[in-house]
């Protein structure tokens, strides 16, 4: 293929494209295949000779297509969303084919002052202060691993790139149950181990981390000999939706001289619509957060953006400088390859510009605000039915439930009936999770073209189907 031939199969992807999301709701949106069907139709040999792309696309059509799950189906309910906003899907194409390698300002000046300005917009459009500055990552996981790394080089008086872990105290970092697993593994590549990561018990209707027995692990391990490096605090946690008290949160850091990171991954895009922001009062305290714009904001993955206090203890922990990196002749400027893991990097911003200007602030709020208002109705009309009950009360438009008929025997084995069946059947998508001892189901809403009726034929489905069992 050449360039002179894109022209006529980039119209026709296009086509496929609208065609693709306009025809969404006839698709079921779990894929439908069994492990290994997709594989058994791809040969176990590479061709030796070109092939033609209409071949390529017709058998895109034909084995792939049948083994997706629709992420942007307006029914799916599960994880989170992973939105792609069709002018955010223009600018990935647009990042696709300039293929912009965006390490150094030199390398792309556009890519890194457009950085900058876009995550200042985000920075307002969150209510920050202008004490935080951004960068974008690949995903939250990246972010956290960066905050974590920060919080061990503080801790170690930067000494643990230099001289490694060996000899040095056990760092200990301080976290609840409801924070993601990319917690953990940032805890393990950064070399601090899983065992040195202290869970807090949580409390109250949103699952917070105890104030006092975050105090309390922390004065412990101090007396044990350990070295208290810093606290991962969540708005909106995945599970189901746990929201820290990032002010009493940061008020126990401060006193022990911790970097506080919070995770809002999921909920950090509500923060666009003020009335949302009481879930983190107190984040302008926090050294460093993360929140997803790939996930509710509309963004097409992947596009994760890291907000902290201190640009300087960030690249003091993962700058590195080789003679071929740097910029001749001129001061001041960023690279923000040293703001990050990775050395390449892609034009991400882009996609944020594309966005906000496609769509304006309040376009967004406006989304936002309807999949809250949705899902909180789903939840009361859930309630309202003799034989459902709400486990975990909605945190934004996220909430758990469990089919509890009358005289059923093993709720939890139920339930996994229930959410199996459901998804078999393709309507809608959910998945599930643990909370207060007890398997549950779990819902969310936040596809960007979901409408209320989505919303509203969740419940037909999950009544329908329970009703079978």
């Not at 150094?104 to 935080?132: K, Y």
Request: glycine share 6%.
């Amino acid at each position: 293929m050449r360039w002179s031939d894109f022209p006529k199969w980039g119209r026709q992807v296009a086509d496929w494209t609208a065609r693709y999301h306009e025809g969404l709701r006839e698709r079921p949106v779990r894929a439908q295949v069994k492990p290994g069907e997709i594989a058994a139709q791809l040969p176990g040999t590479p061709p030796e000779e070109a092939q033609p792309i209409e071949d390529i696309l017709a058998d895109f059509d034909r084995i792939v297509m049948p083994g997706l799950t629709h992420w942007q189906h307006p029914r799916f309910f599960a994880y989170f969303p992973s939105n792609a906003a069709p002018a955010s899907v223009l600018a990935d194409s647009l990042i696709a084919a300039t293929s912009t390698q965006c390490m150094l300002w030199q390398t792309s000046p556009a890519a890194t002052e457009m950085e900058t300005v876009m995550m200042d917009w985000l920075r307002q459009a969150l209510g920050l202060t202008d004490s935080f500055h951004g960068v974008i990552h690949d995903s939250a996981s990246s972010a956290t691993l960066a905050a974590v790394l920060v919080m061990r080089e503080k801790a170690l008086n930067w000494q643990g790139n230099a001289a490694g872990l060996t000899g040095q105290p056990r760092i200990r970092i301080y976290a609840s149950n409801e924070v993601h697993t990319s917690v953990d593994r940032a805890i393990w590549i950064a070399g601090i181990g899983a065992e040195n990561l202290v869970r807090i018990p949580t409390q109250g209707p949103l699952r917070a981390m105890d104030p006092a027995a975050l105090e309390a692990a922390i004065e412990a391990d101090k007396a044990a000999g350990y070295l208290p490096a810093g606290v991962i605090a969540c708005t909106g946690g995945t599970g189901t939706g746990a929201c820290d008290d990032i002010a009493a949160t940061c008020d126990v850091a401060a006193r022990h001289g911790l970097f506080t990171h919070v995770d809002a991954a999921w909920a950090g895009s509500a923060m666009l619509a003020p009335e949302f922001r009481t879930l983190w009062a107190g984040i302008d305290r926090a050294d460093s957060l993360v929140l997803n714009p790939h996930k509710w904001m509309g963004t097409q993955f992947d596009l994760s953006t890291f907000f902290v206090k201190s640009p300087e203890d960030l690249t003091r922990t993962l700058a590195i400088q080789p003679e071929y990196l740097k910029t001749q002749g001129a001061d001041g400027i960023i690279n923000y390859s040293e703001w990050s893991v990775p050395l390449g990097r892609r034009f991400r911003a882009l996609k944020l510009w594309f966005l906000i200007r496609a769509y304006g602030l309040d376009g967004l709020r406006t989304r936002i605000r309807n999949h809250v208002d949705w899902a909180q109705a789903l939840a009361e009309r859930l309630r309202a039915h003799p034989e459902f009950e709400i486990v975990t009360e909605p945190v934004l438009s996220l909430f758990t439930f469990r089919y509890a008929p009358e005289g059923a025997g093993d709720l939890d084995a139920l339930n996994a009936d229930l959410i199996q069946k459901i998804n078999d059947d393709g309507r809608i998508y959910l998945t599930q999770t643990r909370t207060q001892d007890k398997f549950v189901i779990r819902f969310v809403a936040g596809q960007f073209d979901a409408e209320e009726r989505d919303i509203a034929m969740a419940y037909d489905v999950i009544t329908e189907i329970a009703a079978t069992l």
